[in-house]
Nanobody, 128 residues
Framework: QAQLVESGGGIVQAGDSLTLSCAYSGRSPFTNYAMAWFRQAPGKERGVVAGVTWNGAITSYADSAKDRFTITRDNVKNTVTLQMDSLIPEDSALYYC????????????????????WGQGTPVTVSS
């Protein structure tokens, strides 16, 4: 498994932006794996927000994130970033990054059960 550390969460107002970052470390190269951001609000299930394939060629977004969020990765710095714009109160949650353990696949999976490494989460609160 890998070690993932998220950062960048905070308390913002509706309409503001935030940039979340996830730092990867581990024996296996970061460049092998698709990565994703998930979020979980109190009393709700953890759900995928966005994902990116190992080479950054393919990205995928939940409907709630389309046109507002952007996922990118830096395979030199071993980081994956989630740029969140036009935030709304419904975006308030604990945000996690996660690693898909499959190597060099050009597919983004959406179930948390399919990811093997998780960070501790970074909280995002959007006030109206």
């Amino acid at each position: 498994q890998a070690q993932l550390v998220e950062s960048g969460g905070g308390i913002v107002q509706a309409g503001d932006s935030l940039t979340l970052s996830c730092a990867y470390s581990g024996r296996s190269p970061f460049t092998n794996y698709a990565m994703a951001w998930f979020r979980q609000a109190p009393g709700k299930e953890r759900g995928v927000v966005a994902g990116v394939t190992w080479n950054g060629a393919i990205t995928s977004y939940a409907d709630s994130a389309k046109d507002r969020f952007t996922i990118t990765r830096d395979n030199v710095k071993n980081t994956v970033t989630l740029q969140m714009d036009s935030l709304i109160p419904e975006d308030s949650a604990l945000y996690y990054c996660a690693r898909d353990p499959r190597v060099l696949v050009n597919q983004i999976r959406t179930s948390p059960m399919q990811y093997d490494s998780w960070g501790q989460g970074t909280p995002v609160t959007v006030s109206s």
